[in-house]
């Protein structure tokens, strides 16, 4: 399954209420496994820059 509309949907969000935007998202897919490949849970688990391409 193709997520790249997930991702540039998360990437467009940055900054804003981690809920809300959470919420959307999540509506959108039938697990949420997808979303915290792009977003760390956790600020420790996170990477300073984000790899595309």
Do not use: C, N
Request: hydrophobic share 40%; charged share 30%; no cysteine.
């Amino acid at each position: 399954m193709d997520h790249t509309p997930l991702y540039k949907f998360l990437l467009s969000k940055v900054g804003q209420d981690w809920d809300d935007i959470y919420s959307e998202a999540v509506a959108w897919l039938d697990k949420d496994e997808p979303i915290f490949r792009l977003v760390a849970l956790q600020p420790e688990d996170g990477e300073r820059y984000m790899r595309t391409g």
